[in-house]
């Protein structure tokens, strides 16, 4: 009698979510341990074994009290546009309390105030560093 194969529940494309993401807690766990002691974490794999899965998974289960985003930025050439992302996201998390703040910080990284008189104010355009 010959069994027939049965295909597993995965996908070959983006990364691994809902019902085909097998979620490991102790990795989750592990994680946040050394998020909340203020190290960094470099995580480190061959390619197709579920590292985007897992930062995107941190990203939606955060702990009470952290705020996660998971961003690719594989695609960034420059230091000044990984700066730039960044900075678009620290505005993406930015508290509705604090969004006019946001904008205007976004406003004035932007244009430069080249003079301020009496009349008014000058400004000019400015290429932001976002390093800075």
């Known amino acids: 009698m010959k069994k027939q194969w049965t295909s597993p529940n995965t996908i070959t494309g983006d990364?691994?979510?809902g019902q085909r993401y097998l979620?490991?807690?102790y990795i989750n766990e592990n994680f946040w341990r050394e998020v909340q002691k203020g190290n960094h974490?470099?995580?480190?794999a061959p390619r197709r074994v579920?590292?985007?899965?897992?930062?995107q998974d941190l990203a939606e289960n955060p702990p009470l009290g952290y705020h996660a985003i998971y961003q690719n930025i594989e695609s960034v050439k420059s230091k000044n546009e990984f700066y730039k992302r960044m900075f678009e996201l620290l505005l993406q998390c930015a508290s509705k309390a604090s969004k006019a703040k946001a904008f205007l910080s976004k406003w004035f990284l932007k244009y430069g105030i080249e003079e301020i008189t009496k009349t008014g104010i000058k400004l000019k355009n400015v290429d932001s560093d976002y390093e800075k």
Not at 41 to 44: F, P, S, Y
């Open 23 to 25: 979620r490991r807690d």
């Open 41 to 44: 974490i470099l995580i480190v």
């Open 50 to 55: 579920g590292k985007s899965s897992i930062m």
């Open 15 to 17: 990364a691994a979510t």
